[in-house]
């Protein structure tokens, strides 16, 4: 699992930027699942999101796209709040 988030880090798909904090670890612990997000550029709203499981001694990969239209908007958030990049909530 490790090795495959950590693999689609260091290859970003097309000229795209990884939102991932780091790298994948087993530090604190086995890890079952994982998210790895790109981006156009920071702050971008479109971009592909990787989610890794564990499936029967294999990793399991989807891949969601999201775009958006040059009109697209998205709802006001309270003060202080911002959205997420893909990947990260």
Same mark, same amino acid.
């Given at each position: 699992? !490790? =090795? @495959? @988030? $950590?693999?689609?880090?260091? $290859? +970003?798909?097309? =000229?795209?930027?990884?939102? $991932?904090?780091? /790298?994948?670890? %087993? %530090?604190?612990?086995?890890? =079952?699942? @994982?998210?790895?997000?790109? !981006?156009?550029? +920071?702050? @971008?709203? %479109?971009? #592909? !999101?990787?989610?890794?499981?564990?499936?029967?001694?294999? !990793?399991? #990969?989807?891949? %969601?796209?999201?775009?958006?239209?040059?009109?697209?908007?998205? +709802? /006001?958030? /309270?003060?202080?709040?911002?959205?997420?990049?893909?990947?990260?909530?």
């Amino acid at each position: 699992m !490790v =090795d @495959a @988030a $950590n693999w689609l880090i260091e $290859n +970003p798909t097309a =000229d795209l930027v990884t939102t $991932n904090f780091g /790298p994948a670890t %087993e %530090e604190w612990g086995p890890v =079952d699942s @994982a998210t790895v997000g790109y !981006v156009p550029a +920071p702050g @971008a709203q %479109e971009g #592909i !999101v990787y989610t890794l499981a564990k499936k029967e001694g294999d !990793v399991a #990969i989807r891949a %969601e796209v999201a775009a958006q239209t040059a009109t697209a908007t998205c +709802p /006001p958030l /309270p003060d202080g709040s911002v959205y997420g990049a893909p990947g990260q909530g």
